[in-house]
């Protein structure tokens, strides 16, 4: 059984399944936003072109309503990434239509080019792609169209889902749209409430460059993601950690070398220094894997102790309800 949750634990990192950060509501949110911005689009385009012409473009629109409702403050989803995405594959796709007609690299070429475009043209939108292969693939009533395909109903169905997406994610406080109108929370954003961590937006940008790989994030949106990691971690340090039998600590670690333990086997008390301490690792590295460690050697690993929430693993305040009891606990040890 160990073995078999251990090959299920490395499948879900290969196939890059991850724990859901988002709250019921959010969720909610997002599918409500969703069906919202579809609906506009429909009603426009059936106003503007009839069913026929309408249907071919609500596909497309389809995969840009998960990006601007579900995903709004993801770089790809921003507006000029929405806007020059589709109008510039749009252009693209047109081209190809007209100077490769029937040839059956035409809609190879049209998606690959327009993937070039929005590259250079710094606008990456994944539904932009399904643009230009409409262009192309549409029929004779897309065809038809020429140039005019990027005006209506490509201009027309993106103002019509862009309106919605503004509207409705700025109507809850937890949302806003463009991203750029996110603003941190002054506390958080406060160099002595913080302590100050050293790293710059500068510094962020550049390392996100750095990677040479397109990332779904915007500087602005991880500069406060930072900022706000590092007030949780300035409110969550503070006390001393406590070892118990049953409990989840983690090492803290960012990355591939983050794990979090539960102590499975741990003598009554008294207890010293080189007491055995049998513990599982439950997340992160080692996944399912078991150990025989000291005492001092757990205590030195551990950095904070940790409770499962819903998908996500969080950090335990110092004075949080039904925590280890003084009686049952032993204090980490304070090291130089």
Known sequence: M?????????????????????SH?????????????????????????GPAAANLMIASMGASAVLLFAVPHGALSQPWAAVAGHL???????????LFAGHPLAPALAVGLAVGVMCYARCIHPPGGATAL??????????????????V?????????????????NFFPWRRYPASLMSSKKELMDEKATGGSGLTHEDLAAAMESM??????TSEELAELFDRAWAHARDGNAGAVRIEGGRFY????????????????????????????IYK????????????CRFDEFNGWARFEVAKKGDRWIKMMPDVPGGSTAKQAIRRKQHA
């Open 153 to 169: 109903p490509v201009l027309l169905n993106l103002a019509a889902i862009l309106s919605t997406a503004l509207v409705f994610n």
């Open 250 to 277: 983690s090492n803290g670690h960012p990355g591939a070398r983050w794990s979090v333990r539960q102590i499975i086997d741990l003598p009554a008390e008294p207890l010293s220094s080189m007491t055995k301490i």
């Open 134 to 151: 409409t262009a192309v693939i549409g029929g004779d009533s897309v065809h038809a169209l020429g140039y005019s395909f990027i005006l």
């Open 2 to 22: 160990q073995n078999i949750r251990k090959a299920l634990g490395r499948l879900a990192a290969i196939l890059g399944f991850e724990a859901s950060t988002t």
């Open 212 to 217: 040479d790989t397109y990332v779904d994030i």
């Open 88 to 98: 510039l594959s749009a252009a693209v796709g047109v081209s190809c239509q007209k």
């Open 281 to 292: 690792n439950v997340a992160g590295r080692d996944l399912h894997e078991t150990g025989i």
């Open 25 to 49: 509501r959010e969720k909610l949110a997002a599918t409500a936003g969703a069906m919202l911005g579809i609906t506009a689009v429909v009603l426009v385009s059936h106003w503007s072109l």
